[in-house]
């Protein structure tokens, strides 16, 4: 009886032991995720701006996304850090999130709808309170500086490229597959779109400013790179980005208080005007800049897609139509256009439309508590860190190319919402510090 004990036991031990050193394998690679957070916050970033919109691996964003969401919850609480802090914005996000999933809860699935959903309000609102727990010290911040600036070289070359016709030199290759996305005939990028394309090169552009005036990168291919951004806007053929990208120029002259930089500006202002002369050259090349400034299809089309959605808001004025509604129903209440989908091109009208007044409201309110932030204090140790001054000066800028363009475009890119929101959670994050330091 005793023998049988101690055999027991031999195998009790040695079943304890293999199940300890599977725990120990399973959790290598949590370990690795929780490593280095920033740089696991970074590639989920990446794989939303280079994601393929038709093969089966497109899903690789939603993989990116779920690892960076395990990665930084496990190691908050193996350090044991608070998972939520609630912020004046997280309320409107909530709210919007929330009216979302309500509208489309009781419908048949639909991948386009929840991808949407997800690209508008949950991995963008997610983000900006995972950025509290990633980007805690200059080193994590600086990853962040380097990422904005690699990814904008990338997109201005991309761009460039487009519009010299070197279409050899541009990848990944499906941008240029004309089934795929919007304005095949633009520089549209990996997003597939020319509007996002530019408000994205806009909103790195500014942090690149940021980075020249701060001192941190300096040198020939600083110049060069801020000399691109110009070209890379035009190659948009994009009235509205064109509009944003001269107002933000003019915005930041008006705020630089540093010669050298007032002069760079102006310079750049120079260079976008001979890039116009030049591309407004008469040309047999579809999409050209002369031929995009005199086209009236796209104004017309904005009229008359505007007057349906205010009917369609007229009819569900307070509960709106429901969260992606408004595509198959528009083409009801527009005529002259024979598409089976039509699409509102305004942020501001989709909300009114498929959320009513409440939805649009919220989002109002989301914005202002986001135009809030760049009045948060900045702790003693980060005055002359990312988060300084400056980038709390810059931060209207940024938030007035995004309002500029949502007017002309529905907001639905992953992308340009993860960073915009990143970049909120990183002075939200600043601004708790602040508090905790008084």
Sequence with gaps: MQSITLDQARRGGTAEELGLRMLQALMHPLRWLMAAPSLLFLAALTAMLLRHPDVSFYEID????????????????????????????????????????????????DNETWCLLA?????????????????????????????????????????????????????????LDESLGHHADRARGPLLQAVANGVSLNLLGLLAVHAYRRGTVRGAKMALLLASVPLAILATMTRAVWLSFGGTVVALIFQCKNRVLCRSLIALLVLGAVGLAVIAIPSDSEGALNERLEERGPVDYRAAVYAGGWEMFLEHPLTGWGFNRMPAELPRHVEGYKEKMLYPHNTYLELLVEHGIFGLGLYLWLMWELWRLRRGAIPVGERDGFLDRDFHLLWPIVLAVYWVNAAMVVMSYQFVNGLLFTMAGLLAAQNR??????
Aim: charged share 15%; hydrophobic share 60%.
């Design 433 to 438: 510090r602040a508090e905790a330091a008084c």
């Design 62 to 109: 939603r993989v990116a996304f779920v690892l960076l969401v395990i990665g930084v919850v496990g190691r908050a609480i193996v350090l044991r850090e608070p998972l939520l802090v609630i912020e004046r914005a997280t309320w409107p996000m909530l709210g919007l999130a929330t009216l979302a999933l309500a509208s489309v809860a009781g419908r048949p699935f």
């Design 119 to 175: 690209g508008k309000y949950l991995v963008p609102f997610t983000l900006f309170h995972l950025a509290r727990l990633v980007f805690t010290d200059d080193v994590e911040l600086r990853r962040f500086e380097v990422f904005a600036l690699i990814v904008l070289a990338y997109l201005s070359f991309t761009a460039i490229a487009f519009l010299s016709g070197a279409h050899s030199l541009i990848f990944p290759r499906f941008i």
